[in-house]
């Protein structure tokens, strides 16, 4: 098999198709990874896959990817980039065609709202509406620099003066899209909840306890 050249000409190809996955997974991988960095990579792979040579792969790679963003919360994933203060709806109104916008989602904010806080939002489309200006203060580009990357603090400082939209954006923005962080714990606690320690019984430590 080492010898034939069409197994390094398959092996080539197929390193190019894993290379654009294994550049979200390792973005995704990271402990502030968040939601909008999950539609980067649904629309990463869609243009990889259009471009692709191979038509038949192409499009039965294309009709999983479907059938895997039919089965998101698809309205979470926008929001997450509609509630970004880079993106907002710059890339959503570039084409005649799309039915994405602020009127549009404005009715899930509504509903995330009433679904995280039990309540009934009274201000939020008001401060929607403020934050899709974008040219006043805590909503300008000034503003949102100071906070670089970290859009989830950015979020819980704009909540204390616009808390409904305020508190859509710390809880969408405070999604964790892996379990990085838990998978770390696991392994720090491996050091200390080993076997031999696991061979003890409590009526030993009790009676170790009562010796002291």
Request: proline share 3%; aromatic share 16%.
């Amino acid at each position: 098999i080492v010898m034939n050249n069409s197994f390094w000409e398959l092996l080539t190809k197929l390193e190019q198709i894993l290379i654009p996955y294994c550049r979200i997974l390792n973005i995704l991988q990271e402990d502030k990874a968040r939601l909008y960095e999950v539609l980067h990579g649904f629309a990463y792979l869609y243009q990889f896959w259009q471009k692709y040579p191979d038509n038949n792969i192409a499009n039965e790679v294309l009709n999983r990817l479907q059938k895997r963003w039919e089965q998101w919360e698809q309205p979470l994933l926008i929001l997450s980039w509609l509630l970004h203060p880079a993106y907002k709806a710059n890339y959503f109104t570039e084409s005649s065609k799309s039915q994405i916008g602020y009127l549009h989602l404005g009715k899930w904010l509504v509903y995330y709202y009433k679904a995280w806080t039990g309540n009934d939002p009274k201000t939020i489309l008001t401060e929607f509406d403020d934050f899709s200006q974008g040219t006043e203060y805590p909503f300008n580009d000034e503003s949102v620099t100071h906070f670089g990357n970290d859009i989830h603090k950015y979020w819980c400082w704009v909540r204390s003066a616009y808390p409904e939209i305020g508190t859509v954006g710390t809880c969408l923005f405070g999604i964790c899209v892996n379990a990085a962080l838990v998978e770390r714990l696991w392994s720090s606690m491996g050091f200390l909840h080993t076997k031999n320690r696991n061979r003890l019984k409590v009526i030993k430590d009790f009676k170790f306890i009562i010796l002291l």
